[in-house]
């Protein structure tokens, strides 16, 4: 299929046209293999491991962690660390580390279609 | 009322989501507000300061607002949410209270007549049982909702969903029921003698019409008692978000 990176199941994974998203939800679900975590912390997180090259606003992470929500990736709850506030947490479920594995292998044969055609200089 | 009450409430006259989904998103984004001032504050920052980092750091776009909007507007989800969103007036509550009433009442004159005794269908027992998960879930989840200490108010709607999956079990096993009982109603015309046809038919209906009629009332009933609850659920969040709005202070 045209502008798509399949899966060997042939199941479209990475849709060209909508890179930007998947981009997104993957550097999400990516951050959540390594635990639950708060809003916040997902945004402070990103910006870290990626040295300030993934900043997100808060307010354009929410439809993201949502959508996610809602598609059975992630799952959110509300808990008390202890102190007076309580948090919202997210979680990766099990659809969501499948998902995850695909779309890292789907990623890396991206990047060496990507790197087919612009040359391996400076990789 | 919180600090960031006034980003907040921007953010709250532009979502356009049906209740009680609006107030879910907005308590959410409260909180992280709130984690975010905190981070800034450990930093170094005084407190306004931190405040004006935190509010630049929260950011919503009109394109994420309507983002978020097309995620939550949509689906099975976003119709429940619109219809446990009715938070009604006294009236509204009124007749909830006597449909309950009537349902249960209807029940009691169903299982109590001597037909059904002598005639009950074996489905009607996974719905008994259905009937049961369904009350014991709601007598735990008012606990929760109507109780004041320790409850919080972003746990309260969670596992409601399990009221409509009773109801629409309890649909499920009468349809089977019906599909059951009407297969050994022919098979049994082909292979007994004619003359028991009438038998055969009178106690068929018995059992069928009794089974549906308890597998409709367990459905409306749990349907009821989930729009009941997710309706007391959703003004506690609202008051919850005037609180921290200060709407009307």
């Not at chain 2, 939550?72 to 006597?98: E, T």
Request: aromatic share 10%; net charge neutral; hydrophobic share 45%.
């Amino acid at each position: 299929m045209k502008g798509m990176v399949q899966e060997p199941q042939g199941q479209p994974v990475l849709d060209i046209q909508s890179l930007s998203r998947t981009c997104n939800e993957t550097l999400i679900l990516a951050t959540l293999a390594s635990g639950p975590h708060h809003g916040y912390q997902l945004v402070l997180e990103l910006e870290q491991k990626s040295d300030g090259v993934f900043r997100f606003k808060h307010g354009t992470l929410y439809p993201i962690l949502h959508k996610l929500e809602k598609e059975g990736l992630i799952e959110g709850d509300w808990l008390d660390d202890g102190s007076k506030r309580k948090r919202k947490s997210y979680r990766l479920t099990t659809s969501g580390r499948q998902r995850l594995e695909a779309r890292r292998s789907a990623w890396s044969d991206f990047f060496d279609r990507f790197f087919n055609v612009v040359g391996e200089e400076g990789r | 009322m919180s600090r960031f009450a006034d980003v907040l409430n921007q953010v709250w006259d532009r979502l356009e989501i049906p209740e009680p989904s609006r107030t879910r998103i907005v308590l959410e984004m409260a909180s992280d507000l709130e984690d975010s001032y905190q981070y800034y504050l450990d930093q170094g920052h005084d407190e306004t300061e931190a405040m004006r980092l935190a509010k630049e750091a929260f950011g919503t776009s009109e394109e994420a607002l309507r983002h978020l909007t097309k995620v939550h507007a949509s689906g099975i989800g976003g119709m429940a949410d619109r219809v446990a969103g009715q938070v009604g007036h006294i009236g509204a509550g009124a007749l909830m209270l006597v449909l309950v009433v009537f349902e249960i009442w209807l029940a009691a004159v169903v299982l109590t007549e001597e037909a059904f005794r002598v005639y009950v269908s074996p489905f009607v027992w996974p719905i008994a049982g259905l009937a049961l998960l369904a009350f014991a879930f709601t007598i735990w989840k008012m606990v929760q909702i109507f109780s004041r200490s320790g409850r919080h108010i972003g746990r309260l709607r969670s596992g409601l969903g399990v009221l409509l999956f009773c109801s629409g079990a309890s649909l499920a096993v009468s349809m089977c029921g019906l599909f059951f009982h009407l297969q050994r109603f022919f098979r049994l015309n082909f292979e007994q003698a004619p003359e028991s046809l009438f038998m055969n038919f009178a106690g068929w209906m018995v059992s069928m019409s009794s089974m549906m009629t308890i597998g409709l009332l367990v459905a409306v009933l749990a349907a009821l008692v989930w729009f009941v609850l997710s309706s007391a659920v959703a003004r506690a969040e609202r008051r919850e978000m005037e609180t921290l709005l200060a709407v009307g202070s």
